[in-house]
Structure formats: C-alpha cells, structure tokens
C-alpha cells in the first residue's frame, strides 16, 4: 500500500505539473513497473544523477531544474512534504491549518473526489511558513520560490490520495508514515553512503 501511494502522489503530481506548467516529459510517466521501469527507477533517473530529466530544460543555478514543476524537484520535496505533514500533526491539523488562514474551499476539493483545486503560492506562505520554506531552500539549494511552488502542487495530491473515498479516514496518518518510511528506504538504495 506504502509503495503505491508514493507512486499514485508522484504519478498525479507529475501529470498535473505536465498539464498545468507545460512541462514535457511528465504525461503517461509509468510508475507500476511496466515499461517505465517502476518507481525507483523513476527515483534513481532523477536523483541519482543529481539532475533534472533530460526533456527538462534546468534552470540557471538549480539543480532540479526551473519553475518548481521539474519533475526532480517534485520527487525531492515529497518526503519533505509528508515530513511537514507529520510534524504539524498530521493530515487533520494540516487540513484545520489551510482552513484558518481562509483556504478551507481549496483544502475540502483535495479530500474531496471531484478535481483538486489549486494552492496560491501566498497560501503556502502563510501555512508552511517562511521560515520552513527557506530551511527547505538552503537544505536542497534552489530557490524558495521553487520550494513554495513545488509544495503548491505536491499537498494537494498528497492529500487527494491521502483521502480516496472523499474523507479523512482514521488510517490516514499510518498509511501517511508508512509511505514515508518506504520513500526513506528506497531513497537509501539509490543514494548509499
């Protein structure tokens, strides 16, 4: 379950960066281990080079490509995005904190079944914080722009698979750290020291 809820949020998070950015590459990416490859290769293609995709064009002084919809950047900041989501309670107290800054419509659409309704940039300022966006920034040396829209797109989806049948299950949070510890373990293997 861990393993396909990694590939289902980076699967929907490269697809929508794909559709919504205009970035080649993402659409009909194969992550369940068909002619893709599966997931850790997915990983190792974009991690273990220390690069963007090769149909991305990178940014000047980023590592991970431009714009916060390469699709490295994206694979880099989801154990980082379902870290933020453990550490500030889970997936209910993220859902509550979107709620009190005034973006309760756009975090019901994540849970909801319909479509995902997109995160202003300025929405995520305020949630995540500015002090967490710029750790995050110098922790992975880009930009906190492309921090901040990296995580505009990468929570919605990890809430939407998060929330299959539309509401917040009990199990959510186990399902949540059990996908963080199969990411952490498979991030190990392609990057050992």
């Given at each position: ?77 989801l154990p980082l995005a379902m870290q933020w989501v453990q550490r500030n309670g889970g ?103």
């Amino acid at each position: 379950m861990a393993n396909s809820l990694i590939e289902e949020i980076l699967s929907g998070v490269l697809s929508n960066a794909s559709r919504g950015r205009g970035q080649p590459g993402a659409e009909g990416t194969s992550l369940d281990g068909g002619a893709g490859g599966g997931l850790g290769d997915l990983l190792g293609g974009m991690l273990g080079r220390g690069g963007a995709p090769a149909d991305s064009a990178p940014e000047r002084n980023s590592p991970f490509g431009g714009g916060g919809g390469g699709g490295a950047l994206l694979a880099v900041l989801l154990p980082l995005a379902m870290q933020w989501v453990q550490r500030n309670g889970g997936l209910g107290a993220v859902l509550g904190k979107f709620q009190q800054q005034g973006y309760s419509q756009q975090a019901a659409s994540w849970v909801s079944t319909g479509e995902n309704e997109a995160m202003p940039r300025q929405a995520i300022d305020e949630v995540v914080g500015l002090d967490e966006l710029s750790r995050m920034s110098q922790q992975l040396g880009v930009p906190e722009q492309e921090v901040a829209d990296g995580f505009a797109q990468i929570l919605p989806e990890v809430v939407n698979q998060l929330t299959p049948q539309g509401d917040v299950s009990a199990d959510a949070d186990d399902v949540l750290s059990k996908g963080m510890a199969e990411m952490q373990a498979m991030l190990a293997q392609l990057n050992p020291r």
